[in-house]
DNA sequence: CTGAAAGCGCTTACAG
DNA sequence: CTGAAAGCGCTTACAG
């Protein structure tokens, strides 16, 4: 690899000269201009980012940690959606993106990313306190993305979960159905956790008898925690006559829907299901899904945005961005 | 951020003793190390990743290049599949790994990457001719994965598609089935055209009518595409009595079926489907979706193990490595 | 075993 | 407008 000081000799200026021709920044005349593009042109010379960072204390590097127990991680349904919006955003931005995934919550990752003194970083997922501790002590700039965090004054981005639960059981209830089972996921997870929330006030309020008998907590999020979960309860299900189902994510639904089909029940003929996300995979089922949708593209968007102007030093408004969830009215929920 | 300076001075010792702990190579004293060790400690120093690459001429960093015209990419079931191997490997090899996403098969991303001086360069997806040029001038090592190249000495990993095509006919045949419609993927993408190659190859040794009219093809390897050109062949379909259908990659048999399943249409009572690849979501549709399994996961861990090797001058036997794929029997595919 | 010095490839005042 | 010099935070011979 070439450098600086090679394309100063051959173009017979300072490296000075030439440096400043490259920033475009500070003095240079149009002749000098003119014979240091040439080589630079000639030689296919690259600009040393590495050398440019060490004095500019500047990497133009983010990195984005996605912590989750279970695979997949970059190509998961939903938090592969965030990353591809942030890859996309970022590199709008001229920063070049880190992508890291961790299974378990260690320091391990987030020290590798301080260690390249990336400018910013955008965790992903639920974080254990003591890993915000560790980065905030850094001070790099951080965002969460579709977590929750108890520390005030972090930025975070999310979902307004409390509110898609609350369409979910309205869409639901509207149709007619007077019994409905939910599959709710992991609710030390802020996501699950509120759509359960808001699903269940959406219900009080409506004097819909809705307890603690008509939800199964499950252990994960996954298609076949809710395909499994399905199963365990399903002579309890026959036995309530249950007409819906409402899983806290599509996935979950999607599992219980497997289930049913397995079992030649008809959706929706027979009980209608729900989920929440609207993953690719939602739309392409047969029947296709009603879910809430999350909009992901706007969060990876977001998240670039703000986290740019933490880095640099520009005020930030909000401390915590909620979004708004749309309801997705597809095949599998039909009037009861 | 603290720099080694600074350690030095707290214990006392020189920025020449404080690096060789650090390291681990070079003579310092058990007092002296365990002096500097306590201080690092203390200040939870983290060594400058970006100063390290300067003096060693090694960032530790590898860039992942994906081309891809439609969304999504990172989130891609397949090639998200390959990604996500790609970060668990690397990681475990110490590198970081950036994720760079292109729509347009531009030297921008590529530049960049330069620029950045990543040790190495992992390319996935169908490359142009003038991209590999471009980088196989600066003499970084570069690795593709699951594309094509005229270029002799690029490694390169593959599937063995024809192979797999070849299969995906044996299987269809063995079953039963005598006329087979085929959606074929984009014929310019070396993983389309080979499938499409081994299953005429095995019609064609079998003496089984298989011509030009069995096939219909299509202008990208969508679900989208699989349904539109489904339905656009319907009547030819019909008027064929077609037993079964092979679509080049999941997503395309997937679209296919969907089509399928809104007219009516039994999988695979009346028509079989298969299709290619594995994804996530071919087990998880009912009917779950007969298929041959690429092996994604191999696929990005011999691309870091390979581009280690490369990188660390050592030498690599194999220039091209081709995977065999494997059938995977499911529900959408049964006896004629 | 230890420290001073040079150097990685740039940028940034500063003097001219 | 231009160039010499210092410095970003490290590592690596080299002399002691």
Not at 34 to 63: C, F, W
Not at 277 to 293: E, F, G, W, Y
Request: net charge neutral; charged share 25%.
């Amino acid at each position: 690899m070439r450098n600086i000081k090679e394309i100063a000799q051959l173009s017979g200026v300072s490296k000075s000269t030439v440096s400043r021709v490259i920033s475009g920044s500070g003095y240079a005349s149009q002749e000098a201009r003119d014979k240091v593009l040439k080589v630079i042109q000639e030689l296919q010379y690259k600009p040393n980012a590495v050398a440019r960072a060490m004095v500019s204390q500047r990497t133009h590097n983010i990195g984005v940690l996605i912590y989750r127990r279970e695979y997949p991680v970059a190509s998961h349904p939903f938090y592969g959606k965030i990353l591809d919006a942030i890859l996309a955003s970022a590199s709008s931005m001229n920063y070049s993106v880190f992508v890291t995934t961790d299974h378990e919550m260690s320091l391990r990752s987030a020290d590798f990313m301080l260690e390249k003194r990336v400018d910013g970083l955008i965790l992903i997922s639920r974080l254990e306190q003591n890993v915000i501790d560790h980065i905030g002590k850094f001070g790099v700039p951080y965002i969460m993305v579709n977590g929750s965090t108890d520390v005030p004054g972090v930025i975070h981005i999310v979902n307004r979960d409390q509110s898609g639960g609350l369409e979910a059981a309205r869409h639901l209830s509207g149709l007619g159905h007077k019994r409905i089972f939910m599959l709710a996921g992991p609710q030390s997870h802020r996501s699950h956790h509120l759509r359960l929330e808001g699903f269940r006030a959406y219900m009080n309020g409506q004097r819909v008898e809705f307890g603690d008998s008509d939800i199964a907590y499950l252990l994960s999020s996954t298609f076949e925690e809710g395909y499994r979960m399905m199963k365990e309860h399903w002579e309890h299900f026959r036995s309530r006559a249950y007409t819906a189902i409402f899983g806290t994510n599509d996935m979950i639904a999607l599992g219980a829907m497997k289930f049913l089909m397995e079992h030649s029940i008809s959706v929706p003929g027979q009980v209608a299901v729900m989920g929440f996300d609207d993953n690719d995979v939602a739309s392409i089922l047969t029947p296709s899904l009603t879910t809430v949708r999350v909009d992901t593209e706007k969060m990876g968007r977001l998240a670039c945005v703000m986290l740019d102007k933490l880095i640099r030093h520009e005020p930030v408004e909000e401390t915590a961005v909620e979004l708004e969830p749309e309801l997705v009215i597809r095949d599998s929920t039909q009037r009861f």
